[in-house]
């Protein structure tokens, strides 16, 4: 054998050598020919640092059950947590598509009512007189929740369809610009749609306590059934139940809006919960982790608002284009007398015992000449 082939054989066999004596040193290796598996509680290698890797244990983190947190964030306990998919999934899926289809919906019913109703006219004309309907805090507190809510919902709305729609038409910088100042002044405004809400709740809760009046004007469809104007003292049924969707919804965003500013310091979720299996029976957790009540606030504040948004939408319509002379209220404060007796009658006639009560309290104190 010539010198030069007796060094390639002693090449090759120390090659072997080398690489048989990696793959023995190798746990990998020595864990994929089986040879070394680790049974329950050990370690792959043997190695006998470290934590044990017990199925069970992996099987109950998958599943969600809390770890102890010493000290620092007890929310750090959850180390995977699976309704994080269900949320995504929601806020991804049915959210959007049946936010689209409240508010499409409403700007559509609203359109076909225009269409076959047209504008609600003074049926007697505009006398040209006028009665005081709301003062100007009364206006200022509607304007301020009017305002606020009408930025709420823009900037919040964004988070919803944002993605969808201002991505293709701004691009993706100039809408993630928008997006974190709309975030910003969303979480600012909401204190003064709180106030707002607030003002309107203890002006004008005592006129809208139901009374049987209501009953006549839903069942007369507020004037469409039959004809006519059912009678109604400063608000009709129909204001009723948006003043009570208003203060309901509206707390219930605000609470929710609270909870989301401030994650895990809340347990509303949970306590409501309590209440309603404590009431119904019903069986609802009640011992939800901090980040389940977060993505049940974040959901739950977007429905709500989606919700007012669109029965405000329809306020919106009759307060300005759907009723001649309703907007006066809320600007100058003052209505035309017909109208006025069109669509408050029983309102107008408190109205006008109290001034001929105060006329006569008045002229009670001049001294007789
Ligand atoms: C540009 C938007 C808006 C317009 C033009 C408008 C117009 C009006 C008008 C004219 C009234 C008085 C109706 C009457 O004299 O009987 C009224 C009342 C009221 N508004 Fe608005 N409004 C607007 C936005 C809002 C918003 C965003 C909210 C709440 C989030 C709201 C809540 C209320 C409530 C609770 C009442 C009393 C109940 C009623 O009259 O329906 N308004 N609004």
Redesign the pocket.
Known sequence: MSAIRQSIVISAALFLFLCLSLVVQNPVSAQATGADKPVAGATPGGVDTGSSSDADIWRQIRKGAPGTVVGGDKSGGLMIQSGGQDWRMIRNGPLPKYSAWAILGMLMLLSVFFALRGRIRVDHGISGKTIK?FSAIERAG?WL??SS??ILALTGLNLIFGRALLIPLLGKDAFASITIFGKLIHNYVAFAFMLGLVM?AVM?IVHNVPNRHDLMWILRGGGMIGGGHPPARK?NAG?KI??WI?ILCGASISLSGWALMNPFTTEMFSGTFALINNWFGTTYPTDLSPIAEQQLQSIWHAVMAVFMTAV?LA??YI??VGMEG??D??TTGD?DTNWAREHHSLWVEEEEARMAKKDEGSAAAQPAE
């Open positions: 309907r509607h929740l009017a809510f009408i309107i004008w608000f204001q948006l003043f208003i405000v306020h919106i307060g300005s309703a907007l209220a809320m209505v």
